[in-house]
T-cell receptor, first 112, second 111 residues
Framework: DAGITQSPRYKITETGRQVTLMCHQT?????MFWYRQDLGHGLRLIYY???????DKGEVSDGYVVSRSKTENFPLTLESATRSQTSVYFC???????????FGPGTRLTVT | QKEVEQNSGPLSVPEGAIASLNCTYS??????FFWYRQYSGKSPELIMS????GDKEDGRFTAQLNKASQYVSLLIRDSQPSDSATYLC???????????FGTGTQLKVEL
């Protein structure tokens, strides 16, 4: 199906482990984004990408790494997970024609 | 810092009434404005975009933009229980297709 997908949908990991969240979109959108959503903070931008091999930090990028070797994929890696990274993570994409962003279903990550 | 402010609510309205959701933004240069609906446990869903001053209608939804006063609102006519959700206001202020989101207003439509 066309659209934007995320995997896994749920993940429990331990403090200090590396974990990668996957995001895949089929619209060939140029822009992709990673957000985390926590109670009281709303959606906060972690990283974004304007095209393959072009990425930039958002407001809460510490502890996260991204890559974008292909237009359709934008994985987010937590290099050494901490409890403060327990959150719901959303991936989004937008074309370079409009600024409308479309969100994936989210990944609920728990770090124990 | 570019900010987008929303009343967190909850805003409770009876079924069939008009729900009015408001959003203010700090960056006078903001160009594009969006409303997203987010059901509990789900991802945000785009429901309205507005770019020019005035009203934009789509079904039961009307977005209103006043750039001089730096506010954007969403009206939901004939509110239904299925409209119960959190509504997020988002603003594009330029650069990287990034949006700044408000923290959302929770709407409850009561029978």
């Amino acid at each position: 199906d066309a659209g934007i997908t995320q995997s896994p949908r749920y993940k429990i990991t331990e403090t200090g482990r590396q974990v990668t969240l996957m995001c895949h979109q089929t619209w060939s959108h140029s822009y992709m984004f990673w957000y985390r959503q926590d109670l009281g903070h709303g959606l906060r931008l972690i990283y974004y990408s304007a095209a393959a091999d072009i990425t930039d930090k958002g407001e809460v990028s510490d502890g996260y790494v991204v890559s974008r070797s292909k237009t359709e994929n934008f994985p987010l890696t937590l290099e050494s997970a901490t409890r403060s990274q327990t959150s719901v993570y959303f991936c989004a994409s937008s074309s370079d024609i409009t600024y409308e962003q479309y969100f994936g279903p989210g990944t609920r990550l728990t770090v124990t | 810092q570019k900010e987008v402010e929303q009343n967190s609510g909850p805003l409770s309205v009876p079924e069939g009434a008009i729900a009015s959701l408001n959003c203010t933004y700090s960056d006078r240069g903001s160009q594009s404005f969006f409303w997203y609906r987010q059901y509990s446990g789900k991802s945000p869903e785009l429901i309205m975009s507005i770019y020019s001053n005035g009203d934009k209608e789509d079904g039961r939804f009307t977005a209103q933009l006043n750039k001089a006063s730096q506010y954007v609102s969403l009206l939901i006519r004939d509110s239904q229980p299925s409209d119960s959700a959190t509504y997020l206001c988002a603003v594009y202020t330029g650069g990287g297709n990034k949006l700044t989101f408000g923290t959302g207003t929770q709407l409850k439509v009561e029978l």
